[in-house]
């Protein structure tokens, strides 16, 4: 496709803010909460994410497509963004292990996409004016059609999304034979999670985001798992109060960013929505049981309350975020509970947090019985 040939295309802000671009030529327009990821590769795992459900995705790399696309990089079946934004957009791709260009995979599941914006101004004027919802149009709907129909677009802050991305049925995942196995409630599960934990010699049952504490039980699992996921976790009541069973029984319980925010909210920790979250590969973290750095992968808008979390006697903060201090990990005195608010399993180059998921197995061991370790 030619440059000069290209439809004219715009993203307009809640806010009435207007960015102009091209459309990659995939007609129609779609709406979301913008926002922009800084990691300079991993796209395709990007864009695949259940947690970026609803969201309108800004990438700071200038150029997004170069290396194609391959099957084996999604962290889900589908696209989970509702659209995108960029600078330079490659109609060819020069990887050798790739599979189609990414014209071709967003046509397939009809992602529309807008570049040659300014994405530098862009991701200036969200961070000093915050997250907020958004339309791209590459159809030439007029401006105020659109303004109109942004209006009535919901507000992330109070917004259950968990379900819409949750598996309807529980499947499972890894050898059957594995020395652990693991019920795991999908809030919107990444694909390599489960990869690290089966590489871990576990057999994961994952279930849907309203199962109960007992169908989760049913499965006889040696630890139990909360996981990622798009939206508030407020609404969530179902999930924090299975959280609270697995909590009052003292079972092995991991969570991860959604699943974090969960398992302080089951403790009576308030979260709340931030003023631009975390979204990239980047993320400095310090450990504050080893105190070593670690560079992070983190995605999410929400995050569970420092002072609040200080004052309760039954946690504590393992880890933090070194940009702005927010809560980056915790832990349960007196239970057989971690969390992070980042995440483990999509490792930035450096492996520096995979060895969560080994002290998952090690709390496990923890707590069987000596005849059955």
Known sequence: MHYTTRQKALILLADGTIFHGKSIG??????????????????????TDPSYFGQIMVATNPHIGNYGVNAEETEADSIMISGLVCKNFSFTHSRPNSESNLLAYFEKHNLICISDVDTRA?????????????????????????????????????????????????????????TYKISALDLGIKRNILRNLAKRDCYIKVFPF???????????PDGYFLSNGPGDPEPLMNVQEVAKQILEKDLPLFGICLGHQIIGLANGISTYKMFNGHRGINHPVMNMITG???????NHGFAVNREELEKNDNLEI????????????????SKNCFSVQY????????????????????NINKSKPLEKR
């Open 292 to 298: 070593k750095g670690e560079i992070t992968s983190q």
């Open 343 to 362: 995440h483990p399993e999509a490792s930035p180059g450096p492996h520096d947090s995979s060895y969560l998921f080994d002290e998952f197995i090690v």
């Open 318 to 333: 393992t880890h933090y975020h070194l940009n702005d201090n927010t809560v980056a990990g915790m832990r349960m005195k």
């Open 26 to 47: 995939i007609s129609g327009k779609t709406f979301g909460e913008v926002c922009f990821n800084t990691g300079m590769t991993g796209y395709q795992e990007i864009f």
């Open 122 to 178: 862009l991701v200036r004027y969200i961070r000093d004016n915050g997250a907020q919802n958004a339309v791209i149009c590459t159809d030439e709907t007029p401006v105020e059609e659109l303004k109109s129909a942004l209006a009535n677009v919901p507000d992330m802050n109070g917004l259950e999304l968990a379900s819409k991305v949750s598996t309807k049925q529980p499947y499972f995942f890894g050898n059957e034979n594995a």
């Open 210 to 220: 309203d199962t109960s504490f007992a169908d989760l039980q049913s499965f006889n």
